[in-house]
């Protein structure tokens, strides 16, 4: 908030001339001007309407932020999903900076990983849709798992279309054939479970300014695998009424596009049709079913700001926002009750039919949504100061409205309470509440058979021949059920041959009509009609120098029975989740400011920095001194499959890669990204402590190995999702705390020591979804986010340098020290020597070449339970089932670890003076140059290191 | 449709009431609006990180269509 403008100055001041002595009636004009540069700023980010909010005040800051999201287990009224809730891990990094007085940049990374269960269909309960996995190799009460059941195949309705079950109680509606009935509206949700994905985000922002002005142009792409979209956006700011008033207006355009492969394990549960879904099958790959489709949104907003006195603020906006093209989700699917009334004869089709049941078919379709949706939105924002308490209140409400029928009413509002010394607390709440979609339904009724007689145009049972499988060419029979006969396609009468058995003949059946469904249908209970409270509280703190944190906790519960006006969805669709987050601010102009010079001190930016791959080579110079990284990690592996030193081929990894059981495929190709933070702070002038979190996805690529050699057994099924969908895993990692020792600190030398702990906070025991009835089993080891054990890692590191030259060398290890985690596995240990030099080719970039040379020990222990509860497993080569649930190399322990050479070349370069005085960045590329693997393992490309560091 | 129709009523009334009716606050009397507390979204980091969990769980998540946001399919 320390701007440096003031307003008798038609420019602002560049950023050298905040440190100013202001006379008292110059700080109350420059107080008054931080009001107006809050408010502007403020405008700028109408939360939901305008550009995505980037930070509340337009002073250059960094931030990170880490949030976790945890759903609840949904109510299966009865039957038991063991698939996991939904969880989301998020990590968020972003920076905005002067570029010039009137020039500003923001940009921001976001990245997300989800896996977990999600409601694919809804079903009545009494068909029994999530019925669970019995193992019956154990007992007949072994659970093993619930499949998401989509197709039930016949059901009973009662004469009102209730849906009715069989029970084992007389006390039910009737009685037929010993069996009881009862009617059962509870329906339920069919759950799926996705293996973990990843979702990534960058955009940016740059803004010009005007004294009474602004505009700032953005755009961005957010990439999933199967989901991406590129979006744009502009927007205007006008001050009036000596900057009482603001109106921002804004324009921006999203296009997306989807590549969605429907998973072959749910393909015979519903129906699918080229013309309705978007669909495309691709022969030349196996027969995959791609759904593809683009999206574009066209959004206008506009909103009003204005001071109403000097305690209170009230903004008022205005959206509409078109949205054109595949807006369906390609993973729900609608379940239909095909009742077909020519079917209901209780002497063949409906034996129930004695007893006025009605006899139905289900099956499911995928969900059909309009193309085309016109959303309008309307909000107002009120602000008040409370004097006494010195807090503010925020009260919000939005009304939005669109053509599917949906309403949506959202109240919000909070209570932000500074309570000295820098803390802030703000409890906050919200209801939100909509209408259903016009063409929401839970499931779906046709009155039509699932399959019918073809029936020709004479009114006769188009019939085939039993030897005939293609309906196509085969010869064509008609029955004529008024007299009985049968003709062939010449109009013989080939009754005699029919009946004495000479002809096996059979009706030609048709699907249903497409065409007597609804022309749009969901059952996706976000298109439902429900109400949902959340409330949560931000807790702030404020640090000296310019830096803050803030956690944030947030409930959130969705219900039918909290819609306004009642009405609302059944419960089986309620849920509840939790969220919570870490975000860590660096505001540079305060630190400039505050620090009261000019140039905050180079010391750790000393031209021959060690190269960005290094850690520890630095500590902070002085007691009190602190320091806020940030560290990211990309590498790569890919090419040949590697033996000890050598590349192998297919036969070879089959023959060697899996301990002598079945090898069904290899990777491909790997890369992993990791993002550190790196908080370090002195307490003294020889200890330096450090703080390293850490943020990482892993993406692994996947090909068969030759189905000639081997015996897919039933993975051959399995098998596709792995080759065409990849794995992904990601999420925070191991939690890195180290004490950093000066043992030497010269003019050309300097020596120090570290000891360090990394904590196993990463997830050591993520799984691969089930398929085909077989559980997925523990992913690679290599794609776990942790080590899992708590590991000790010291290193000692010596640098100097002498004018343009600077060298230094580093020894260090990863030393675990428990026998296994909670997987049942240990990673092996790590040493790790390299040596570097670098020669300063301008006051402030340095180049650097380096050697590294790395040992890894083998990964000791293995996988819990033989990688498999399941009873369906892996069938071996000679048919006889395995326990083995591995699928290649990248699963058998012995296949881990190595000894590595690389070489580097990097670049840093420190900012001296200026606005981004005290900055550091640097890069280096690692390039493997000896690479001698455990086992059979896959080669490497390479690693990208850039840090960018920031002391004061 | 009506329902749209009244909110932009409502929302043009009060513009214009609010117009009419605010008093001048001088600069000098604009202090307050310099705290943090009294930005307009003083927690943007958070806020927006609950606008995209409330995007895909919502169905009125128009609006910031041009935050991107991804698919939120699940």
């Known amino acids: 908030m320390r701007g440096g403008k003031s307003l008798p100055h038609p420019r602002p001041l560049p950023k050298g001339e905040r440190t100013v002595r202001f006379s008292p009636t110059e700080v ?82 976001t990245q997300d990983t989800w896996g977990g269960a999600t409601p694919i269909a809804t079903l009545p309960q009494a068909f029994n849709g999530n019925h669970d996995v019995i193992d019956y190799s154990i007992s007949p009460d072994t659970k093993v798992g619930a499949s998401p059941y989509l197709s039930p195949g016949s059901v009973l309705f009662d004469k009102n279309l209730h849906p009715v079950q069989r029970i084992n109680d007389p006390n039910g509606i009737g009685e037929f054939n010993g069996a009881f009935f009862r009617r059962n509206n509870q329906l339920v949700h069919t759950l799926s479970m996705a293996s973990p994905e990843v979702r990534k985000q960058g ?77 495309t099958i691709l022969e030349e790959n196996g027969g995959t079913h791609l759904i593809s489709g683009t999206k574009q949104d066209w959004s206008a907003q506009m909103g009003l700001t204005q001071v109403l006195n000097k305690n209170a603020v009230l903004e008022a906006s205005l959206g509409y926002t078109r949205s054109a093209g595949y807006m369906e989700n390609p993973y729900k699917a609608v379940n239909v009750a095909f009742i077909d009334p020519t079917a209901q004869d209780p002497n063949s089709s409906c034996p129930e039919a004695a007893i006025d049941l009605v006899c139905g078919n289900i099956n499911a379709v995928m969900e059909q949504r309009p193309d085309e949706r016109n959303q309008w939105l309307g909000g107002l924002r009120y602000v008040q100061h409370i004097e006494p308490l010195d807090a503010a209140t925020h009260l919000g409400y939005r009304v939005f409205s669109d053509d599917w029928g949906i309403t949506s009413h959202t109240l919000d509002a909070d209570w932000v309470q500074p309570m000295g010394q820098g803390w802030t607390i703000t409890p906050r709440v919200r209801y939100y509440s909509q209408d259903a979609a016009d063409f929401y339904t839970p499931y779906l009724f046709s009155p039509q058979g ?74 996706d209970h976000r298109l439902s009609g429900y109400g949902a409270l959340s409330g949560g509280v931000t807790l702030s703190k404020q640090f000296a120098k310019g830096i803050s944190l803030d956690l944030d906790f947030e409930y959130y519960t969705h219900q039918g029975s909290l819609k306004i006006g009642g009405g609302g969805e059944g419960s089986f669709a309620d849920f509840d989740y939790w969220t919570v987050n870490a975000a860590l601010k660096v505001d540079l102009a305060a630190l400039a400011f505050s620090s009261g010079h000019k140039q905050p001190h180079q010391a750790h930016h000393h031209p021959g920095h060690a190269p ?57 190709s790997m890369a992993m990204h990791m993002h550190m933070l790196d908080l370090m702070v002195a307490p003294t ?74 904590a196993p906070t990463g997830d050591v025991d993520i799984q691969m979804r089930r398929n085909h009835q077989t559980d997925g089993g523990f992913i690679h080891y290599g794609m776990q986010l942790g080590s899992g054990t708590w590991d000790f890692k010291p290193s000692i590191t010596y640098s100097g340098q002498i004018e343009q ?55 000791e222990g293995e996988y819990p339970g033989a990688h498999s509860d399941s009873a369906n497993l892996f069938i071996n080569a000679d048919g006889s089932p395995t326990s083995i649930l591995k699928f290649g190399p990248m699963d058998y322990s012995q296949n881990y ?56 | 449709m009506s329902l749209n129709e009244l909110t932009i009523k409502i929302l043009l009334t009060t513009t214009v009431i609010w117009l009419i009716a605010c008093t001048p606050v001088q600069p000098w009397e604009r202090g307050n609006f310099a705290k943090p507390q009294m930005a307009l979204d003083p927690y943007p980091l958070q806020s927006a990180l609950r606008a995209h969990n409330y995007g895909s769980r919502e169905a009125a998540a128009g609006g910031n269509a041009a935050q991107g946001g991804g698919c939120g399919c699940y």
């Not at chain 1, 932020?65 to 989301?88: A, D, K, L």
């Not at chain 1, 630095?618 to 590498?635: E, F």
């Open chain 1, 28 to 109: 109350g004009v420059f107080k008054a001007h931080l009001s107006l540069r809050v408010l502007t700023a403020a405008a700028l980010i109408l939360p939901g309407l305008l550009q995505p909010p980037a930070q509340a005040a337009d002073d250059d800051e960094v931030a990170f932020q880490y949030s976790h999201y945890q759903e609840g287990r949904r109510e299966m009224f009865g039957s038991v999903s063991q698939f996991n809730p939904i969880e989301v891990e998020s990590v968020h990094g972003g920076g905005k900076f002067t570029l010039t007085d009137r020039v500003k940049f923001a940009f921001n990374y």
């Open chain 1, 203 to 279: 955009d940016f922002k740059l803004g010009y300014e005007w004294d009474e002005s602004a505009l700032d142009i953005g755009g961005g792409v957010s990439i999933e695998d199967d989901y991406e979209s590129r979006f744009g956006n502009i927007n205007t700011r006008w001050d009036f009424n000596q900057k009482q008033t603001t109106l921002n207006v804004g324009l921006s355009y999203t296009h997306s596009s989807i590549h969605s492969i429907l998973d072959h394990d749910a393909w015979p549960y519903f129906h699918k049709d080229e013309k309705y879904d978007n669909l």
């Open chain 1, 612 to 668: 960005a791959g290094v850690m520890f080579d630095h500590m902070l110079p002085k007691a009190g001194d602190m320091m806020v990284g940030y560290r990211y990690q990309w590498s790569s592996q890919g090419g040949a499959m590697l033996n000890g030193l050598n590349a192998v081929d297919n036969p070879s990894i089959i023959a060697g890669g899996c301990s002598g059981n079945p090898c069904y495929m290899t990777p491909d």
């Open chain 1, 805 to 859: 030259v600077s060298w230094g060398a580093q020894a260090s290890g990863t030393l675990r020290m428990e026998d296994q985690n909670k997987s049942g596995y240990k990673l092996g240990d790590i040493f790790q020597a390299t040596a570097w030099g670098g020669y300063n080719l301008t006051p402030w970039l340095t180049a650097s070449v380096r050697g590294v040379y790395t040992t890894q020990g083998g990964i």
């Open chain 1, 450 to 523: 699932e399959h019918s007689n073809v029936i020709d145009d004479k009114g006769r049972q188009v019939m085939l021949d039993n030897d005939s499988f293609d309906p196509e060419k085969a010869p064509h029979y008609f029955f004529d059920p008024n007299t009985g006969q049968y003709f062939d396609e010449q109009n013989n009468d080939v009754t005699d041959a029919a009946n004495n058995g000479e002809l096996t003949l059979f009706n030609q059946t048709q699907l249903f009509d497409r065409k007597k469904l609804p022309q749009h249908f969901s059952s």
């Open chain 1, 897 to 952: 670890g190595g000894k590595y050479g690389d070489v580097g070349f990097g670049l840093s370069a420190s900012v001296p003076s200026g606005n981004f005085a005290g900055n550091g960045v640097s890069v280096e590329w690692l390039q493997p140059v000896y690479t001698n693997v455990n086992g059979y393992q896959l080669g490497r490309d390479g690693t990208l290191s850039f840090t960018w560091s920031y002391g004061f």
């Open chain 1, 685 to 758: 002038d020889w200890l330096t402590l450090m703080l390293m979190p850490q943020f990482m996805d892993m993406n692994m690529s996947l090909r068969g190995l030759s189905t000639e050699v081997i015996n897919l057994g039933n993975l051959n099924g399995h098998y596709g999702h792995h080759v065409q969908n990849g794995h992904e895993t990601g999420g925070i990692g191991d939690l890195g705390m180290y004490a950093l020792f000066k043992v030497l600190d010269g003019n050309s030398h300097h020596l120090q020591v570290t000891a360090g702990f990394s």
